[in-house]
């Protein structure tokens, strides 16, 4: 049973957690006043911070002032209202882990004997994991301005010694028990992926899976990499193909990032990656529309004043062409256009991958003119890998449908797919995407290539 802590024992914890929230919360800010410094922008260090600055001793049994001055009560409550006991247990740690993490110490790899640096360190984050028990064992009966709900949060934190601490610290590492993350608001959450399909499941594309595959290869080696630049119209492949490649190597770990990171908050996730040389991170931007953004940080930190730290690739995709300065700081894949050579190409490798060493090219016909006929009938919204790969998984759970397929494919005639739907097709989708002048400049440089 811990002991009820005495006014001298919490004044020694509080003055403790104190001097670690300085230490590991606050920097120099502008001017003599300290700033917190926050990893992430849901406000959970600057309210612990307070709390800790506000919970004096003699302010525990005073009634709360009168105004609108806030007292510790009014900290806590708001704490265990946002984020509740069990929350704010798992907020406590992951917290601890960044401040350790952003002064150069990792919980999890700590050596035998630390420097006395590091256990200065340890000892701070041990005195703020401490205080949320002492505070809760000074709080008298009488304070009924503490919610139970405070109360309950407070307590849901045991006290521990400095390795306890360390050990409990590491548990919050944010990429602990994971492979892919989303960064949002400061703070990296596990991503719940879709079924993604395995590297050697994509079909067709020789030239774009050998990139990929060389690429993603070379990371994982431990080489620093350029940033992957991918384009393609939609369908093709390139939000599926890129995060199959990062999960394929189990040292990678996959950052899922919005668009709008590329810009400014993208010095600050660089440098969170920057801190964590234990790991290899893969951090994709996907449905990049180029032209809506201010490519001035991401020009800044790749190729320019900064560069990337070793443990971190860039990939970003979008259905748009980067512009050349852009590309000049990576390393550009382009999927060429789905037509119907592409079409057969992918057929006849899934063929192949189900056992068909060597296929009939009849067969290859016959299955990709049935597609192009389904997407005729309406069944298939767009001529693309992705739809295709939805028709081609017909077979594999279909039996009959793979015999009847082998046996018309040895009759008199066997239909091809129609080029043309897919050149109408393509066009239309460009001009769409592109507009009209991307169109007429299109047909004449294939003038010009006939002259």
Known sequence: ????????????????????????????????????????????VELLTRLVETAAPQRLTEAPETGRTIAPADLANELARRFGAEKFSARLLEALFWALNRNHVLPS??????????????????AILNFPAALAAALPPEANDWSPGARAMLRSITPATVREAA????????????????????????????????????????????????????????????PLLISSLPGHGKTQLTIAHALAHENLTLILAAAEMLERPLEALIEALRQRPDRRFVVFFDDINPDSLDWYTFRTNVGGTFSPPGNVLLAIAGNYEFPAEILSRGRSVAFPTFDDVRCQEMVEDFLKMNGIRHPN??????????????????????????????????????????????????GPMVTKPDAQLF??????????????EYIENLLKEKLRAME
């Open 1 to 44: 049973m811990t002991r009820k802590a005495g006014k001298t024992d919490y004044a020694a914890q509080r003055n403790a957690a104190l001097a670690g929230c300085r230490g590991l919360f606050l920097r120099p800010g502008d001017g003599d006043l300290l700033e917190t410094a926050d990893f992430a922008a849901d406000g959970f």
């Open 423 to 436: 050149y109408e097709f393509n066009i239309r989708l460009m001009r769409k995407l592109y507009g009209n």
């Open 361 to 410: 090219p009849n067969l290859i016909s016959l299955v990709a003119a049935e597609y192009t006929e389904e997407f005729g009938q309406k069944r298939y919204t767009e001529l693309s890998p992705r739809t295709l790969m939805r028709h081609l998984a017909l077979y594999e759970h279909d039996q009959r449908r793979r015999r009847d397929a082998i046996q018309f494919s040895c």
């Open 109 to 126: 790899a700590l050596p035998p004997e630390p420097d006395e640096e590091t256990e200065f360190l340890l000892q701070q984050a041990t």
């Open 167 to 226: 050990a409990r610290i590491a548990a919050g590492d944010p990429f602990a028990g994971g492979r892919a993350f989303r960064y949002l608001d400061g703070r990296f959450l596990p991503a719940e992926l879709e079924k993604i399909r395995a590297v050697d499941q994509f079909f067709g594309f020789p030239g774009v899976r050998r990139i990929f595959r060389e690429h993603f290869r070379d990371f994982a080696r431990g080489k620093e990499c350029v």
